[in-house]
């Protein structure tokens, strides 16, 4: 199945899609975007284009694992991208996966403007390949 994964912002958010045998996750884009419908036609588009069958919307909860006001706004952007597309859509903990993106952008030696356009990309990599991983091992 492909799936798409969402890292949700308010500004930019990243884009990432799986093969269709759920083997590795790879960048998309990230969409600089603040309103939230536009937005979601532009996913809606790119979806299209790679044949999504699901979605994957990173849900930032607390280290406590409770749910804050971000987590709460990620909630509502999952219910109202799968209305206006028809897509399954499901949640997934994205707790450190910026963090994550970060470590690997430094890795790269990657900086400046092409580091903020990235980081958003590298952690929906990171919430889908968890998201695959975890659906291969249950």
């Known amino acids: 199945m492909i799936i798409m994964a969402v890292d949700y912002g308010d500004v930019r958010t990243g884009i990432a899609v799986c093969d269709k045998f759920e083997i590795l996750a790879s960048p998309v ?18 979806a299209e284009k790679h044949k ?9 909860k607390n280290m406590d694992s409770s749910i804050g006001e971000r987590a709460i706004k990620c909630q509502e952007f999952a219910d109202a991208l799968r209305q206006a597309s028809g897509i399954d859509t499901v949640l997934r903990d994205e707790r450190l996966t ?41």
């Open 29 to 46: 884009c990230s969409i600089t975007q603040r309103n939230r419908d536009l937005l979601i036609d532009e996913i809606k588009s790119l």
């Open 98 to 138: 910026t963090v994550s993106a970060h470590n690997a952008l430094n890795a790269t030696n990657t900086r400046g403007k092409k580091r903020k356009a990235a980081v958003d990309q590298v952690a929906a990599v990171f919430i889908l390949q968890d998201y695959i991983d975890f659906r291969r091992n249950s």
């Open 52 to 60: 999504v069958e699901q979605f994957v919307v990173g849900l930032p």
